[in-house]
């Protein structure tokens, strides 16, 4: 597998490779002692890039954010999927057109959802591709990547999930929060020790500062804003509330674990 990233500044030659450097070859010839003969050459090197190893070598190419490339750099792709060609340029090779290998596969993300840094992509290489639109993972599978990437206990991962998920839910936000804003609460409780509860005003605090950022940002949304702060403490009490005597005891619990 070869992995590509898409920006502004790509080119077809990062896709397929270019001309790097010089390699020079100089013969100097004393095979008559009187007689000093020099013969000297410089050729353009060329070095393939990972369109190039990946066509001819079989391998799968990962093209991420393949809309941040400028359409016109993406070109050279569409002989790649359809006649299965490689074309190089003329002075680059021997070889100016390239048999692509029958395992040669591609796979090319974007985000849909994206506004800044993105252009549309070409109706000639959409026509090309098979479009699977992702959803968010299913709630066990949050439930595993929150708690391996926390270390946190995994009842308390649940019920981060739980109350995110639920945020996405309500469809009360500006920004959809994803997986990584259960990441970063259990990762940061984790880390803190704090405990997760909605008793404990640190845990309150950390599930504001990561989830108040998907809300609204002008100053216009004031009032908005303070209505979905309302529903954010809602939905933090609702799904890691418990009484004054189970904060105690987790406390008591994990001060134990640590002992």
């Known amino acids: 597998m070869v992995l590509i990233a898409g920006d502004e500044d790509f080119s077809t030659s990062d896709l397929i490779g270019g001309q790097y450097g010089y390699h020079y070859k100089r013969v100097v010839d004393r095979y008559i002692h009187s007689v000093l003969k020099y013969e000297e050459d410089a050729v353009q090197r060329w070095v393939d890039s990972r369109l190039t190893s990946a066509c001819r070598e079989g391998f799968t ?11 016109e750099a993406n070109n050279v792709l569409l002989a790649v999927l ?4 490689l074309v190089l340029p003329s002075m ?3 070889d100016q057109y390239l048999k692509v290998h029958p395992d040669f596969r591609a796979i090319f993300t974007s985000n849909p959802q994206e506004y800044a840094g993105v252009h549309e992509a070409q109706d000639a290489l959409a026509d090309r591709l098979v479009t699977m639109d992702l959803d968010y993972y299913e709630h066990d599978t949050e439930v595993a990547i929150a708690g391996a990437r926390s ?3 995994p009842d308390d991962v649940v019920r981060i999930v739980d109350m995110v998920r639920a945020f996405r839910a309500s469809g009360e936000y ?4 994803t997986l990584r804003a259960s990441v970063m609460i259990a990762k940061v409780c984790a880390t803190q020790d704090i405990c997760v509860d909605a008793a404990t005003p640190a845990f309150v605090n950390v599930c504001l500062d990561v989830l108040e950022s998907k809300t ?3 100053s216009k949304a004031k009032e908005r804003k303070s209505e979905q702060r309302k529903m954010l403490l809602n939905l933090v009490q609702h799904h890691c ?3 004054v005597g189970e904060v105690r005891r987790h ?3 994990r001060r134990a674990e640590r002992a």
């Not at 190419?61 to 359409?71: A, G, H, I």
């Not at 359809?82 to 060609?85: A, Y």
């Not at 500006?174 to 929060?177: A, F, G, H, L, N």
């Open 151 to 153: 270390g946190l206990d």
């Open 82 to 85: 359809e006649e299965r060609i």
């Open 61 to 71: 190419l990962v093209y991420d954010e393949f809309t941040r490339s400028r359409p």
């Open 92 to 94: 680059a090779r021997d």
């Open 251 to 253: 406390g008591s619990q």
């Open 216 to 218: 609204a940002f002008t």
């Open 241 to 243: 509330g418990s009484s």
């Open 174 to 177: 500006d920004q959809p929060p």
